[in-house]
Nanobody
Framework: QVQLVESGGGLVQPGGSLRLSCVGSGSVFSTYTMVWYRQAPGKQRELVAVITKGGSTNYADSVKGRFTISRDNAVNTVYLQMNSLKPEDTAVYYC?????????WGQGTQVTVSS
């Protein structure tokens, strides 16, 4: 059974950077499509970035040019590098693994962008 654990969230000033990590269990992590979502207070969960097993990426328009998703299959980890952070990026960020029609979620990590 796949388990996902996020880390790297915290409080950062506008314009700052954070790198989120999501470590997954299982020997076939490399076959998963990995997705970062976020949910701000009072809003619906939204897709932030996707990386396929082949390394193709896609981003929400609101983060293009600022965020970068990457993966290191050797250590079963997907990353989200977040630069030029804005207050509207404040949210709980969730890691999601998709494979064989199954979707698994991590517990989330809080990112707060505030001066």
């Amino acid at each position: 059974q796949v388990q996902l654990v996020e880390s790297g969230g915290g409080l950062v000033q506008p314009g700052g950077s954070l790198r989120l990590s999501c470590v997954g269990s299982g020997s076939v992590f490399s076959t998963y499509t990995m997705v970062w979502y976020r949910q701000a207070p009072g809003k619906q969960r939204e897709l932030v970035a996707v990386i396929t097993k082949g390394g193709s990426t896609n981003y929400a328009d609101s983060v293009k040019g600022r965020f970068t998703i990457s993966r290191d299959n050797a250590v079963n980890t997907v990353y989200l590098q977040m630069n030029s952070l804005k207050p509207e990026d404040t949210a709980v960020y969730y890691c999601n693994a998709q494979f064989a029609g199954i979707s698994k979620w991590g517990q989330g990590t809080q990112v707060t962008v505030s001066s």
